[in-house]
C-alpha cells in the first residue's frame, strides 16, 4: 500500500500477521481466492494511479473498499482461474528457460577468449601459416606500451572541481566489460583540464578498471566518444602499435586467465583492487601482429553472433513480460473463457454476497454497556 510496493499481492499460506503497510482481504463465500488474486494483479495499475502523497505515495484501505470492479458468476470465476493458472505457469517456464540465457553467452564469450588468447582459436591459422605457438613471446604489459598511467588523485582532482559541462572524466562506472559506457557523465571546466593535460585520453587507449571483483573489467577509448580525461582507479594503457594492437590487448586482459593472474595480488576487504604498477609487471604471451589481427577478426565474428542471439533474448523476454498482463487484461474484458448461461447470474451472486457481509458485519456496543 506503500511507494513501490502499491499493488503488489500474494496469496498467504501461513498464518501471520501484517503492519499498516499490508491490507488483508478475505474472500466471502462467493468468490474464488485465486480468481481474486488475479483481479487484483490486474488492478494494480489502477490503484497506483489512486496513491496520493509526495515522496511515498500510498493509498488507504478506503481507497481499496470503494474500488470498483467487473464481477463475474462464481463458476466463471474458477475457469478463470484455472485458465490463467494454466497459461501463466507456461509463462513462467518459458521465463525460466530464457533467464538461462544470459549466463550461456557469458560462459561463450569467456569461452571464445580462452580460445583466443591461449592460441587455440588460431591453432589451425598457424599450421597453413607455417607458425607455432613457441613464437609466442612472453612479454610484460610495459614491454608492449608506450605509456601507462594512472588518473589525477588527491587534491590534484577533488569533487569540488566537477563542473554541469566542460570537458568529459572517464570513471570507473564509465568502464564496462570491453565496453566504454556513456551513460553517466562527469565534466570538469576547459581550465582544470589544461592543468592535467597529460591525463587527456588518446583514440584506441585502453581502459583498465583497479578494482577488480570476480572479473577484470577494460574497454577501448575511442575519439568519437569527446574529449576525455581519465580519474584515478582508471589505468590507461597506449600500446605499441609495432607490438601489439590495442584490439588484442583488451581481448587479452579481459580473459578470464588474466583475472586468474591478477587474484593474489588483489588488495583492499571492501574494495578489492590491484597497482598500476603490478599490471604493468603483468606478463602475457603475444603473437606476432599478424596473428592479432587474424585472432581480432575471428572473435569480433563470434562476439557478432552472440550479440545476435542477445537481441532476440531481450526481445523475447520483453514480450513475455507483457504477456502475463495481457493475459490478465484478457480474462477479465471476459474475453479468455466462454461464457456458460447456465451459471448462475452475477446479480443473484451479488445478493448472497451483499447477505453474507450483512451477518458478519459486527454490531457495535455502545459506549458502557457490559460485554
Partial sequence: ???????????????????????????????????????LNNEKQNFIKKGKGG????????????????????NEQIRI????????????AAQARLEKIPTLLKRFRQSVLAA????????????????????????????ITIKCFDGPFGSKLKTADYTSEGVKVARLENIGHLKFLHEKETFISGEKFESLIGNKLMDMDILFSS??????RTCIFRDEFGTYINKADCFCLRTDL?????????LRLACK????????QIHGATRPRINLKFLKSLKLKIPNIKEQTEIVRRVESLFSQADAVEKQYLAAKQRLDRLSQSLLAKAFRGELVPQDPNDEPAAELLKRIQA???TLTPTRRQRNQPA
Fill in 211 to 216: 578494482f577488480v571483483d570476480e572479473e577484470v
Fill in 1 to 39: 500500500m506503500y511507494g513501490a510496493t502499491i499493488g503488489k499481492t500474494s496469496i498467504l499460506d501461513i498464518d501471520a500477521s501484517t503492519n499498516q503497510a499490508c491490507a488483508v482481504a478475505t474472500p466471502l463465500k462467493g468468490m474464488d481466492r485465486v480468481f481474486t488474486y488475479y483481479l
Fill in 116 to 143: 583466443a588468447t591461449s592460441g587455440e582459436l588460431t591453432r589451425e591459422w598457424r599450421e597453413r601459416n607455417g607458425d607455432s605457438l613457441d613464437n609466442w613471446p612472453n612479454k610484460t604489459i610495459s614491454d
Fill in 257 to 264: 586467465s588474466t583475472f586468474e593472474q591478477a587474484k593474489d
Fill in 356 to 358: 453474507e457481509r450483512t
Fill in 242 to 250: 609495432n607490438q601489439c594492437l590495442p584490439e588484442f590487448l583488451v
Fill in 55 to 74: 515522496a511515498q505515495p500510498n493509498i488507504s484501505q478506503e481507497i481499496l473498499k470503494a474500488h470498483e470492479i467487473l464481477l463475474p458468476p462464481k
Fill in 81 to 92: 482461474a484455472d485458465k490463467l493458472d494454466s497459461l501463466l505457469a507456461q509463462v513462467d
